[in-house]
T-cell receptor
Framework: AQTVTQSQPEMSVQEAETVTLSCTYD???????LFWYKQPPSRQMILVIR??????QNATENRFSVNFQKAAKSFSLKISDSQLGDAAMYFC????????????FGTGTRLKVLA | NAGVTQTPKFQVLKTGQSMTLQCAQD?????MSWYRQDPGMGLRLIHY???????DQGEVPNGYNVSRSTTEDFPLRLLSAAPSQTSVYFC???????????????FGDGTRLSIL
């Protein structure tokens, strides 16, 4: 069975600095997707970034980028120039291949941004 | 375009009471899911549906029932509420076209449910 592990329950970063959130996963599949979701205090689940396993290039979205290490089954999220609005819970999620729908979520990392 | 609409946003129940959490989506998505979110546990899948008339169990289905009579609606029923079901519940819908979708899974705003 696939699993997703986020080993950092809480992280802190100074405003304008860079922080990296860790995620590892376990799967025997070769076709899958990985996601990072942000959940602010409003409870909304907001997609931050996605990575297709078949793509070697790491995904980037403005200040957010990932370090996807397929062999190591690692999928970390880097937030550059951290802003107060980045404070939230961040969840790593796995989806096995296109045409499936059973997402597996990690337990989350709470990110605090210090002014 | 409302996306995924969950009602109610908050609910307090007594042990043994029943209730239905409503979920509706207007994006014609095939897939719909219910998750529960507990501190330190992330989101865990309760039940899911791949289309009208088809449902199946997720990771934590006990104590919950679902049905999918239409593409749009996917209600979650608690037949006899227990304190262990105190949680935040999220409904989500997904299109099959994950590869070409900017937003592969749409979430509702959640329902905070407390069982006394």
């Amino acid at each position: 069975a696939q699993t997703v592990t986020q080993s950092q329950p809480e992280m802190s970063v100074q405003e304008a600095e860079t922080v990296t959130l860790s995620c590892t996963y376990d799967t025997s599949e070769s076709d899958y997707y990985l996601f990072w979701y942000k959940q602010p205090p409003s409870r909304q689940m907001i997609l931050v970034i996605r990575q297709e396993a078949y793509k070697q290039q790491n995904a980037t979205e403005n200040r957010f980028s990932v370090n996807f290490q397929k062999a190591a089954k690692s999928f970390s999220l880097k937030i550059s120039d951290s802003q107060l609005g980045d404070a939230a819970m961040y969840f790593c999620a796995y989806l096995r291949g296109a045409g499936t729908y059973k997402y597996i979520f990690g337990t989350g990392t709470r990110l605090k941004v210090l002014a | 375009n409302a996306g995924v609409t969950q009602t109610p946003k908050f609910q307090v129940l007594k042990t043994g009471q029943s209730m239905t959490l409503q979920c509706a989506q207007d994006m014609n998505h095939e897939y719909m899911s219910w998750y529960r979110q507990d501190p330190g546990m992330g989101l865990r899948l309760i039940h899911y549906s791949v289309g009208a008339g088809i449902t199946d169990q997720g990771e934590v289905p006990n104590g919950y029932n679902v049905s999918r009579s239409t593409t749009e609606d996917f209600p979650l029923r608690l037949l006899s509420a227990a304190p262990s079901q105190t949680s935040v519940y999220f409904c989500a819908s997904s299109s099959r076209q994950i590869t070409y979708s900017n937003q592969p899974q749409h979430f509702g705003d959640g329902t905070r449910l407390s069982i006394l």
